[in-house]
């Protein structure tokens, strides 16, 4: 998705030593058929996870493909090499692209029956449209032939693998986007910590105290100056549709799609009531940014200008990194309750998963198993890359790393059990960019909520359609 790069490049910049360990750690790998899975897995040697010994080691080369740059790809080879050192016969070759040509040429290779063996993959915006059109392996049924625990993830990390009851990939990491605000403000504001049960609208009355025009008025002051704003309450992420927009249009009854991938809600009064209050944030309480003022995506939180952020648990480590210049104050909530009365968090996951046109499944299932293995999910959270879908390892080494307060960290493993739904439709990644599209439009004031959103429901639900 457009936005979830911009995204990440901005992360890459704020904490590019930990983006290099999750994309390391982060490689997916596609599945084969039944048919193909059921051989492998009954064929397959465990040599990484606790099968047969007895069985005959597993040789052969497969090819491995991520989205990423050429500083990640040299962190992945480390990984590979460790790989082939406890699996001699097997040859791992590495491939990969930056975000945009990664799909392009993927979804022509699976088209052609000639996708890498094993490959990255986003499991909230593509896995159900790869899983739907056959070109993926079933690592379900492998996990089961192997004696694979697949019970030892999260289950918000396992739905995310998942697709109509079976199992596509398995996950790398898992990773959520809470809201952190910057205490040194709330206090000179004379406001309180936003208490557990705070709504989107406790938020918005907290903003228009938080944010501050050159002369030091915020924005309740009728003196307030709005053309001279130098401290924001909230910044203005009205186009990342999963990783923002769509949690708050849950926490007010539906989502923006329905889950099964079928209809658009945008014009129901979750979507309505979502949008206007983003669009309210910029121009009619100006506590938000607009576009032109502070381009999309531009971490103004970690700059100390703004006052309420949505933070990813994997920028922990960039944030507590003296030398990228960070010097904030900061605690963290999970995302603010609309009428339903409930948080619902943005959970986030890379698969690997492997190719039904692999000729060669049980090397493809090994390098999978490794990947997403114990050993690779304690370096991601050690260097603060990431979360891991294994509870017992996020509680032994993310509490307990350096990086980030352990009560603020504490609230990212609370969020994972409050997941926003996701989804489950084969173009929900088409969708999403759409979504966020039109939404720009909205928030640069160049249309109407509601014309916009008519626009939006019209795109949608055609993408909807069009399987």
């Given at each position: 998705?457009?936005?979830?790069?911009?995204?990440?490049?901005?992360?890459?910049?704020?904490?590019?030593?930990?983006?290099?360990?999750?994309?390391?750690?982060?490689?997916?790998?596609?599945?084969?058929?039944?048919?193909?899975?059921?051989?492998?897995?009954?064929?397959?040697?465990?040599?990484?996870?606790?099968?047969?010994?007895?069985?005959?080691?597993?040789?052969?080369?497969?090819?491995?493909?991520?989205?990423?740059?050429?500083?990640?790809?040299?962190?992945?080879?480390?990984?590979?090499?460790?790989?082939?050192?406890?699996?001699?016969?097997?040859?791992?070759?590495?491939?990969?692209?930056?975000?945009?040509?990664?799909?392009?040429?993927?979804?022509?290779?699976?088209?052609?029956?000639?996708?890498?063996?094993?490959?990255?993959?986003?499991?909230?915006?593509?896995?159900?449209?790869?899983?739907?059109?056959?070109?993926?392996?079933?690592?379900?049924?492998?996990?089961?032939?192997?004696?694979?625990?697949?019970?030892?993830?999260?289950?918000?990390?396992?739905?995310?693998?998942?697709?109509?009851?079976?199992?596509?990939?398995?996950?790398?990491?898992?990773?959520?986007?809470?809201?952190?605000?910057?205490?040194?403000?709330?206090?000179?504001?004379?406001?309180?910590?936003?208490?557990?049960?705070?709504?989107?609208?406790?938020?918005?009355?907290?903003?228009?105290?938080?944010?501050?025009?050159?002369?030091?008025?915020?924005?309740?002051?009728?003196?307030?100056?709005?053309?001279?704003?130098?401290?924001?309450?909230?910044?203005?992420?009205?186009?990342?549709?999963?990783?923002?927009?769509?949690?708050?249009?849950?926490?007010?009854?539906?989502?923006?799609?329905?889950?099964?991938?079928?209809?658009?809600?945008?014009?129901?009064?979750?979507?309505?009531?979502?949008?206007?209050?983003?669009?309210?944030?910029?121009?009619?309480?100006?506590?938000?940014?607009?576009?032109?003022?502070?381009?999309?995506?531009?971490?103004?939180?970690?700059?100390?200008?703004?006052?309420?952020?949505?933070?990813?648990?994997?920028?922990?480590?960039?944030?507590?990194?003296?030398?990228?210049?960070?010097?904030?104050?900061?605690?963290?909530?999970?995302?603010?309750?609309?009428?339903?009365?409930?948080?619902?968090?943005?959970?986030?996951?890379?698969?690997?998963?492997?190719?039904?046109?692999?000729?060669?499944?049980?090397?493809?299932?090994?390098?999978?198993?490794?990947?997403?293995?114990?050993?690779?999910?304690?370096?991601?959270?050690?260097?603060?890359?990431?979360?891991?879908?294994?509870?017992?390892?996020?509680?032994?080494?993310?509490?307990?790393?350096?990086?980030?307060?352990?009560?603020?960290?504490?609230?990212?493993?609370d969020a994972l059990q409050n997941p926003c739904p996701l989804w489950q439709t084969?173009?929900?990644?088409?969708?999403?960019?759409?979504?966020?599209?039109?939404?720009?439009?909205?928030?640069?004031?160049?249309?109407?909520?509601?014309?916009?959103?008519?626009?939006?429901?019209?795109?949608?639900?055609?993408?909807?359609?069009?399987?």
């Amino acid at each position: 998705m457009k936005n979830l790069k911009r995204f990440k490049i901005i992360s890459l910049v704020l904490c590019l030593t930990m983006l290099t360990v999750l994309f390391a750690a982060c490689g997916s790998s596609q599945t084969s058929d039944s048919g193909t899975s059921a051989a492998a897995g009954t064929n397959a040697a465990s040599t990484t996870s606790g099968g047969d010994s007895a069985k005959a080691p597993v040789t052969g080369e497969i090819k491995y493909n991520f989205w990423g740059n050429a500083d990640q790809a040299k962190a992945i080879q480390t990984q590979i090499d460790s790989f082939t050192a406890k699996n001699p016969g097997i040859k791992v070759n590495l491939d990969f692209a930056d975000w945009g040509n990664y799909w392009t040429k993927l979804a022509t290779q699976s088209a052609a029956g000639s996708a890498p063996d094993v490959f990255a993959m986003s499991t909230t915006l593509y896995l159900a449209d790869y899983a739907n059109k056959g070109y993926l392996v079933d690592v379900g049924e492998l996990a089961g032939k192997d004696n694979f625990d697949l019970n030892k993830y999260y289950k918000s990390a396992l739905d995310l693998s998942s697709y109509n009851g079976k199992v596509y990939g398995l996950p790398q990491d898992i990773n959520t986007i809470i809201l952190a605000y910057n205490t040194h403000m709330f206090e000179k504001a004379g406001l309180s910590a936003p208490a557990a049960d705070a709504t989107w609208d406790d938020i918005m009355a907290m903003a228009k105290k938080l944010t501050l025009d050159k002369n030091g008025k915020n924005a309740e002051d009728p003196a307030f100056d709005s053309k001279n704003i130098v401290q924001w309450g909230l910044a203005n992420y009205s186009t990342w549709i999963d990783g923002f927009v769509d949690p708050i249009a849950n926490s007010y009854g539906e989502g923006l799609v329905s889950l099964d991938g079928s209809k658009s809600n945008l014009l129901g009064d979750s979507s309505k009531r979502t949008f206007q209050y983003l669009y309210d944030a910029i121009w009619k309480y100006h506590v938000a940014p607009d576009f032109d003022t502070v381009p999309a995506w531009t971490d103004i939180f970690a700059q100390g200008k703004c006052a309420i952020y949505p933070l990813a648990s994997y920028l922990l480590y960039g944030y507590a990194d003296e030398s990228k210049g960070i010097n904030i104050n900061y605690d963290v909530m999970q995302m603010p309750k609309g009428t339903t009365g409930k948080n619902f968090n943005p959970v986030q996951s890379k698969g690997i998963c492997i190719s039904p046109s692999s000729k060669n499944i049980p090397a493809a299932w090994e390098f999978t198993k490794f990947i997403a293995s114990e050993e690779n999910y304690k370096s991601v959270v050690s260097s603060g890359a990431g979360l891991s879908p294994i509870d017992s390892i996020n509680k032994e080494l993310f509490l307990t790393a350096k990086f980030g307060p352990k009560n603020t960290k504490q609230v990212y493993l609370d969020a994972l059990q409050n997941p926003c739904p996701l989804w489950q439709t084969v173009r929900a990644g088409d969708a999403n960019t759409k979504i966020g599209e039109i939404s720009e439009y909205i928030m640069k004031n160049k249309v109407s909520v509601d014309e916009g959103l008519k626009k939006m429901d019209e795109a949608v639900q055609q993408i909807l359609d069009d399987k």
